[in-house]
């Protein structure tokens, strides 16, 4: 196809019709035209004088036109991202007027050295997504650069030459392979931008300390053991993500951070109190969102209290799911500050995995707060307050060891989701009957010995979890609530109450005793209770509960011999009792010697969560000629 053609069309839109003068910034868009070429034409009525944008985006182009150049002597802006060159055209480098190039995805794997270095104007260049792996240092960037986009380029190393960018502001090199950068990096002094994440970084140079203007830095996903000593950027310095490193401790310069908005250190290998009261003292009126969860932090600063603006507190797991037994993931903290309280900003709270027995008596200060999770600790009670936390909405109160909640507990009438399985819990607080706006309610695995009266008063509830408590009732008599299933033939409900065999008797017995459903993937997702039907019969563990094979549910319930109708199966699911078996990784054991370096292993599910069940075999002799006549 011929770019011509669609050009003259593009141009007639940018064109004046009512005798006023055209544009002098004239865009053409060419993008996802399917061309092959460019042929420039001069005579079917463009004026490609006129165009200071191009757009060349995801086409087939593999080269561009010598004579490109003399038609664009105004051009600012190209586009000739998705296209397939390979090489990056030399003829760019006539383009002298060229303000911002995008390059990204052409499939890019070779730089000449003078490609670039002769664009004065360049401020703005991304050829982010190529195949570049390594840049040669006699590459020469244009020396005007502002921003550098980089990301996915699978490069090794960023050329010597980088550091005498003098202007550049922003730096985007993330999701590459980089294992060291240019010792000279600090003398990039106008940077404010940096991303380096997802990289193999061991180790930043110390010209760190040159950098004066940083406002963002994510070295997250590296393999980092430290940080600079010194760092130039404590005053201007707003978002730090050091997240997945093996940090084992924090620079003295992070107490003196004295603009900082967001802090995220999750998953490192942070020790005994990594941050002090001075660092409180000092982001007190800016730091919104606070990130130390995942590693083996002891202690948190006295004067806590004083984030009263930090809107997001995360000290918790940082793996999505308590459907774990036996380790902590979160970090090792008994106690919050008596201050913690004042955290009044607080909207969403991580205190999962740690070894909190117990709150303080002001936790209920904290109003603002939506969201809530204290899962896997050791909770024994509730503190009165807590009643007060009135704008909750969920909360996540699993794996602990509650054997009452406050009397009042039913204050918190703006909960959504309450999940309180594998506790210890004997009865509820009537006051629960106010609790109209819940919609999920866990409660698997307590004590509990009669049906809660006020059930039928939570009218929205749409997920209800009973199973293992110790109600002296058949199983199948337990209410229980979950999410209907529909055909995917005739959409009819398959859900308590509203599957019926064909001569008209309930099926509800037998749906509830198959589609038991848990909300113990207490952090929010919600997974079945099941274990697997083996050579020896079923197998039941803490938190599943037992699936027949469907043999055993046709013989048992003889009606079923195909009276559901026709189902499309083509469009089900196909289920397997190890689909939610995942390795959970921690870049580090809790045995290790403090101060020394970290080793790699893995953590698994309990055993109770992942059965080792085998499939029933059949075993039939075949006889001579059995399939002889098989297509």
Same mark, same amino acid.
């Given at each position: ?15 004046? /019709? ?19 070429? #460019? ?16 757009? #060349? ?7 561009? !036109? ?12 190209? $586009?000739?991202?998705?296209? %397939? ?16 190039? =995008? ?7 070779? %730089? ?41 380029? @699978? ?15 922003? *730096? ?11 010792? $000279?990096?600090?003398? *990039?002094?106008? #940077? ?31 393999? +980092? ?76 600063? /006295?004067?806590?209290? #004083? ?11 940082? *793996?999505?799911? +308590? ?65 007060? +936390?009135?704008?909750?909405? =969920? ?44 919609? %999920? ?23 209800? $979890? ?42 509800? !017995? ?29 197998? @039941? ?18 009606? +079923? ?12 699911? @196909? ?55 098989? $297509?």
């Amino acid at each position: 196809m011929m770019a011509a053609i669609d050009t003259s069309h593009a141009m007639d839109e940018h064109r004046c /019709t009512d005798g006023v003068e055209e544009s002098a910034d004239v865009t053409v868009d060419l993008s996802s035209k399917e061309l092959d070429f #460019l042929r420039v034409k001069t005579n079917n009525g463009t004026n490609w004088e006129l165009v200071t944008d191009l757009d #060349l985006a995801f086409n087939n182009l593999s080269s561009l !036109p010598s004579d490109l150049p003399s038609h664009l002597p105004n051009i600012k802006v190209l $586009d000739i991202s998705g296209n %397939i060159f390979r090489t990056l055209p030399t003829i760019l480098g006539e383009l002298t007027t060229i303000v911002s190039l =995008k390059a990204n995805e052409s499939c890019i794997s070779e %730089i000449a050295a003078d490609s670039l270095s002769c664009l004065n104007k360049l401020k703005h260049l991304s050829l982010v997504g190529n195949t570049l792996s390594d840049i040669s240092d006699q590459f020469h960037f244009p020396e005007n650069l502002e921003s550098l986009y980089l990301d996915e380029s @699978e490069l090794r190393i960023l050329p010597e030459s980088i550091c005498a960018l003098q202007k550049l502001t922003i *730096i985007e090199a993330a999701n590459n392979a980089l294992v060291t950068l240019p010792e $000279d990096f600090g003398r *990039i002094c106008s #940077l404010e931008v940096i991303n380096l994440c997802h990289n193999k970084l061991v180790a930043l140079p110390e010209s760190f300390s040159l950098l004066e203007k940083v406002q963002v830095m994510d070295i997250s996903h590296n393999c +980092l053991t430290e940080m600079p000593e010194e760092f130039g950027s404590v005053d201007t310095l707003l978002s730090l993500y050091a997240n997945h490193n093996r940090l084992e401790s924090l620079p003295e310069w992070t107490s003196f951070l004295t603009n900082l908005e967001t802090l995220s250190v999750k998953d490192n290998v942070l020790l005994g109190k990594p941050l002090d009261e001075q660092f409180c003292e000092n982001v007190k009126d800016t730091l919104k969102t606070f990130l130390i969860g995942g590693n083996f932090i002891e202690h948190l600063p /006295t004067n806590l209290g #004083l984030l009263s603006r930090v809107e997001f507190f995360h000290i918790g797991s940082i *793996i999505g799911e +308590l459907e774990r037994a036996n380790f902590q993931n979160g970090n090792w903290i008994r106690n919050l500050p008596d201050n913690f309280g004042a955290m009044v900003g607080l909207r969403k709270l991580r205190l999962d995995e740690n070894q909190f027995t117990n709150l303080p008596d002001n936790f209920g200060d904290l109003v603002n707060l939506e969201f809530l999770d204290l899962g896997q600790n050791r909770l024994r009670h509730l503190p009165g307050s807590f009643c007060n +936390l009135r704008s909750l909405k =969920k909360c996540m109160l699993s794996k602990n060891c509650l054997q009452e909640l406050p009397d009042e507990f039913g204050n918190l009438s703006e909960l959504r989701e309450l999940f309180l399985n594998a506790n210890e819990l004997r009865a509820l607080p009537q006051s629960m009957v106010k609790l109209t706006n819940l919609k %999920i309610l866990d409660l698997f695995d307590n004590k509990l010995s009669t049906i809660p009266e006020f059930l039928d008063s939570l009218t929205q509830l749409n997920a209800l $979890d009973l199973d293992c408590n110790s109600f002296d009732i058949d199983e199948l008599e337990v209410p229980r609530k979950f999410k209907a299933n529909y055909y995917a033939s005739d959409r009819k409900k398959f859900g308590a109450g509203s599957a019926k065999t064909v001569n008209g008797t309930s099926l509800t !017995p037998l749906v509830l005793a198959l589609q038991k459903k848990s909300m113990w993937a207490s952090h929010g997702e919600t997974r079945d209770r099941k274990t697997v039907q083996g050579r020896q019969g079923s197998s @039941e563990g803490n938190g599943m509960s037992s699936v027949n094979s469907q043999d055993e549910v046709d013989s048992e319930a003889g009606f +079923l011999d195909g009276s559901f109708g026709s189902e499309n199966w083509d469009e089900e699911l @196909e289920e397997s009792p190890y689909a939610d078996v995942n390795i959970y990784e921690h870049p580090v054991k809790k045995s290790s010697p403090r101060g020394q370096p970290a080793v790699d292993f893995y953590f698994l599910p309990s055993r109770e969560h992942a059965l080792e069940a085998a499939p029933t075999v059949f075993h039939n002799d075949i006889e001579d000629g059995q399939f002889d006549d098989a $297509d």
